[in-house]
């Protein structure tokens, strides 16, 4: 984890490296049949530049500006439960024959907490994944109080 502030906005970067190919790594987020078995709630994905991750109630949430399958895709962060747009590069890289790492950088984050409720959403991201090739079975997500008020 890195926490950033720099002109007023925050940035996070966050990695995970899992015993699994690149191949299952990228089939399991790209394959919208099983994307929903650790991806819960589940999202659309359009990807394509200028296709859009929605939620299942069709909100978009953020708009692929790049994208290299398997490998990288750029974003543009427009959820509207977050105050003004952000940048999200998410990159998968093969580190050997059967163990890929996932990076995820968001930044030009507006609020402090944003960024605690972003981190604990791309954290989350990471573990439900990680856990759904241990177990086959999601993560579930309990939106936190980034902030441990009662």
Sequence with gaps: MAFVS??????LTLRRTLRQPIERVWRAIANSQERPLWLDPPLQFDFRPGGLIR???GLPIAEFIEYEPAQRWMLRWISPLNRGESKVVVEITKVNRITTRVSIRHWNIQTE?????LYAGWLWFLD?????????????YEYPDVFGRQ
Aim: aromatic content about 22%; charged content about 30%.
């Design 6 to 11: 720099y002109n007023n906005t925050y940035s």
């Design 55 to 57: 939620t299942a109630e």
């Design 113 to 117: 907490h944003d960024y605690h409720e």
């Design 128 to 140: 439900s994944l990680e856990r759904y090739f241990t177990t086959e079975k999601y993560l579930e």
